[in-house]
Nanobody, 123 residues
Framework: QVQLVESGGGLVQAGVSLRISCVAS????????VGWFRQAPGKEREFVGG??????????SKFAEGRFTISRDNAEKTDTVYLQIDILEAEDTAVYYC??????????????WGQGTQVTVSS
């Protein structure tokens, strides 16, 4: 099992940047692709993008290209994946989840999920 914990969300103003984190424990996290998803109130969950287990390959959904950046740190004692959102918009308000799986580009293959972190953007 892989346990994932997101952090770094909160209430932020539109126009600023925010970086949220996903810390893993359990099975060798560095062998998993990691994806970020979000779910806004009243909407279905959507795939933001993913990063390969090496950290060298990323995929972004169309809406996320340009303002969203996924990175990861596979250092020996820190298995952390980050999602940075630049120029936040009110429409970015959502619960953001990280998930671990096999193929970083495939939104349907993520098996392990965190509990999410709320991001609220005030305009």
């Amino acid at each position: 099992q892989v346990q994932l914990v997101e952090s770094g969300g909160g209430l932020v103003q539109a126009g600023v940047s925010l970086r949220i984190s996903c810390v893993a424990s359990g099975r060798p996290f560095e062998k998993y692709a990691v994806g970020w998803f979000r779910q806004a109130p009243g909407k279905e969950r959507e795939f933001v993008g993913g990063i390969s287990w090496t950290g060298t390959n990323t995929y972004y959904s169309k809406f996320a290209e340009g303002r969203f950046t996924i990175s990861r740190d596979n250092a020996e004692k820190t298995d952390t994946v980050y999602l940075q959102i630049d120029i936040l918009e009110a429409e970015d308000t959502a619960v953001y989840y990280c998930a671990a799986g096999k193929d970083y580009w495939d939104k349907n293959n993520y098996n392990y999920w965190g509990q999410g972190t709320q991001v609220t953007v005030s305009s």
